[in-house]
C-alpha cells in the first residue's frame, strides 16, 4: 500500500513571495490533515479536512494560508505572502475515518521550507 | 499554552537496556494517549495508544503507562536497540478533537 506522497521535500524562497505544497493521501482515506512542526517543537495542526469538507482550521493563519482539497483526494496548501516565521516543515497526514480519536494518523515525509 | 509536555529534549541509553520516555499533560480532559517515532527525513509513524480507561498498554518491546492522576504517561522499551534511536512524540486528544503534541525527545541507543 502506497504511503502518504508530498511534494516539493524542499523549498526555499524570499520573504513575501508565495510556495504551494502538495500532498496525495491513502487511497479511500476519508480524512486529510496538513500540520506545521517548527524546529524543536511538535507538530501542530493547521487544518483537517474530512471528505472535501473543513472540520477544523482553528489554527490555520487565514491572512495568508489557504488549503483545498477540491475533489476529496489530493489536497494544496498555500502561504501568499511567507514570513520568516514560517520556515517549518509541513507535514500531511490522512486517516481512514477521521471522526474518533482512535482512527490512526499516516504522515508523509513532510515538506522543509525555509524563508529567507 | 503547551498541553503536552516532554521535559527531557534528549536521552542516551545503552544497547539493551531499558529507555523510558516521558510525557505530561495539562488537560484533564484528554482521553487518548500516542506515541509517535520520528526518523529523520520522515514523517512521524505511529507506534502505540493507550485509552483513559486503561492504566497500561503493551506490544512487544514497547509498553505505555497512564497515570491519570498525575497526569503523566511514559514509553518503556525494552531492551533498547539501535533501530529505535529517533525522536519520540506524544500526543494527546479528547474525543474526536485534533491532537495536541509534545516536542519530542531524541533517543540515542549506544552500542
Known amino acids: 500500500e502506497a504511503g502518504v506522497a508530498q511534494s516539493p521535500r524542499y523549498k526555499i524562497i524570499e520573504k513575501r513571495q508565495s510556495v504551494a505544497f502538495w500532498c496525495n493521501p491513502i487511497?479511500?482515506?476519508?480524512?486529510l490533515y496538513w500540520y506545521q512542526q517548527i524546529l524543536g517543537q511538535g507538530p501542530k495542526l493547521l487544518i483537517q479536512f474530512q471528505n472535501n469538507g473543513v472540520v477544523d482550521d482553528s489554527q490555520l493563519p487565514k491572512d495568508r494560508f489557504s488549503a483545498e482539497r477540491l475533489k476529496g483526494v489530493d489536497s494544496t496548501l498555500k502561504i501568499q505572502p511567507a514570513k520568516l516565521e514560517d520556515s517549518a516543515v509541513y507535514l500531511c497526514a490522512s486517516s481512514l475515518y477521521g471522526g474518533f480519536s482512535t482512527d490512526t494518523q499516516y504522515f508523509g515525509p513532510g515538506t522543509r521550507l525555509t524563508v529567507l | 499554552d503547551q498541553q503536552v509536555k516532554q521535559n527531557s529534549p534528549s536521552l542516551s541509553v545503552q544497547e539493551g537496556r531499558i529507555s523510558i520516555l516521558n510525557c505530561d499533560y495539562t488537560n484533564s480532559m484528554f482521553d487518548y494517549f500516542l506515541w509517535y517515532k520520528k526518523y529523520p527525513a520522515e514523517g512521524p509513524t505511529f507506534l502505540i495508544s493507550i485509552s483513559s480507561i486503561k492504566d497500561k498498554n503493551e506490544d512487544g518491546r514497547f509498553t505505555v503507562f497512564l497515570n491519570k492522576s498525575a497526569k503523566h504517561l511514559s514509553l518503556h522499551i525494552v531492551p533498547s536497540q539501535p533501530g529505535d534511536s529517533a525522536v519520540y512524540f506524544c500526543?494527546?486528544?479528547?474525543?474526536?478533537?485534533?491532537?495536541?503534541f509534545g516536542q519530542g525527545t531524541r533517543l540515542t541507543i549506544n552500542p
Open positions: 487511497s479511500g482515506h476519508a480524512t
Open positions: 500526543a494527546a486528544s479528547q474525543g474526536a478533537q485534533k491532537l495536541v
